[in-house]
């Protein structure tokens, strides 16, 4: 005769384990998978406002050092933090400015050259191409026009977003203040800020975001300071390699090869294409060889070299992890996903390296065996009070 319980259906302990632990894991993926996308939403919906705080972030990573030594020979002053700030702010933007100009001045003219170059070599390889692979110009015209056409498909990938000139002026412009300002008050006010996000959170978490905050500054201040040093490195080594060969268009090569740096894996390819192709035009198949190997040895020594030193172990990315994250980022917001990928997968990585050090150490604390007297010590404090 039947029980009350199994009249009832099955109890919790008829259930598997296997299968009760896969269900509790499943709906708190769940939950999780729901708060990522409301996130991703709200950023999507938001994305002018966001990367704007989010490159305000970034300068402020690269100068709160400066500010800091600045309000340091300042110190007695009144308003000392404000002082070093706007010190800090104004040589910053004119030692940019002057910097712009001189490679305005510099390049003005090169650019123009460098697309003929640029467009010369792709001539020769399409040409190459026709001779030896018996492909003519209307098939690779009909290959380039497929490829076009799945670009445009995929729009919302590497390209999306794509606007009115009017309107990416004027997103630019918006943009370009709110992250002006939000620097000024992340340099001038960051304490009081952290702070006040800091009261966001319970008091019993408070602790740990307030160490996790600090471990993610320390790693995107890292990883501002590293990228910009090793960006100019490049942009060095590769200039400098360029005009030891004798290919024209040296300095606007290297001005290439710097800002492609921001972007992970994709710039330096994009660059280093750029730079055989125009070797390949102006000087034929040895210097565009001579190019190629140049550019290999640059990123090997930036892979081997400078990675390890510049970065260490505040940026610990597997090299999976950096492409999955620029894949994802560019799927989700195009290019400028693909730039903010890597920073925004460290602190992640970060974040939830912290919590999961302290889960081990609590579950270790939890298996830990209680200390056994020593046999010459008296166990008195074992008996009951």
């Known amino acids: 005769m039947p029980t009350e319980e199994h009249a009832h259906g099955p109890s919790h302990t008829d259930v598997p384990r296997p299968v009760r632990v896969a269900a509790e894991w499943s709906w708190r993926l769940l939950v999780i998978a729901a708060a990522v996308l409301a996130v991703l939403l709200l950023v999507n919906r938001l994305k002018l406002v966001f990367l704007s705080v989010f490159v305000g972030l970034l300068v402020s990573a690269l100068l709160a050092p400066v500010v800091h030594l600045v309000q340091a020979r300042l110190r007695g002053t009144r308003g000392a933090r404000g002082i070093a700030t706007a010190v800090v702010l104004v040589v910053a933007i004119a030692g940019l400015a002057g910097v712009l100009a001189l490679l305005t001045i510099e390049i003005s003219g090169s650019f123009k050259d460098l697309g003929h170059t640029f467009g010369a070599g792709l001539t020769q390889i399409r040409v190459f191409v026709r001779d030896n692979f018996n492909i003519d110009d209307l098939k690779l015209q009909e290959y380039l026009q497929r490829a076009w056409e799945a670009l445009q498909d995929n729009r919302n990938g590497l390209l999306s977003g794509a606007l009115s000139g009017a309107t990416i002026a004027l997103e630019v412009l918006s943009g370009a203040a709110i992250a002006f ?52 490195t490049d942009a060095v080594l590769v200039g400098l390699s360029v005009a030891v060969i004798g290919v024209p268009l040296a300095v606007p090569l290297g001005v290439l090869v710097f800002f492609g740096a921001f972007v992970p894996i994709v710039g330096a390819l994009v660059s280093g294409f750029v730079a055989v192709v125009v070797a390949l035009a102006a000087k034929g198949v040895v210097a565009a060889i001579a190019v190629l190997i140049a550019i290999i040895v640059v990123q090997q020594v930036e892979g081997h070299l400078l990675q390890p030193l510049v970065m260490g172990r505040l940026v610990s990315l597997h090299p999976l992890g950096v492409v999955l994250a620029v894949t994802a980022g560019s799927v989700l917001a195009g290019l400028v996903g693909a730039v903010v990928a890597v920073p925004v ?24 065996p209680d200390p056994e007297p020593a046999d010459d010590e008296p166990a008195a404090d074992l008996r009951p009070v």
Do not use: M
């Open 345 to 368: 997968a460290a602190v992640v990585s970060t974040v939830l390296g912290h919590y999961g050090r302290r889960a081990r150490a609590a579950s270790d604390e939890r298996a830990a």
């Open 181 to 232: 300002f939000t620097t000024v008050f992340f340099l001038l006010d960051g304490a009081n800020i952290w702070a006040w996000c800091l009261s966001l959170f319970p008091r019993r978490s408070q602790g740990d975001v307030a160490a996790v905050g600090l471990k993610s500054w320390a790693v995107l201040t890292a990883y501002v300071r590293g990228t910009v040093f090793i960006a100019f």
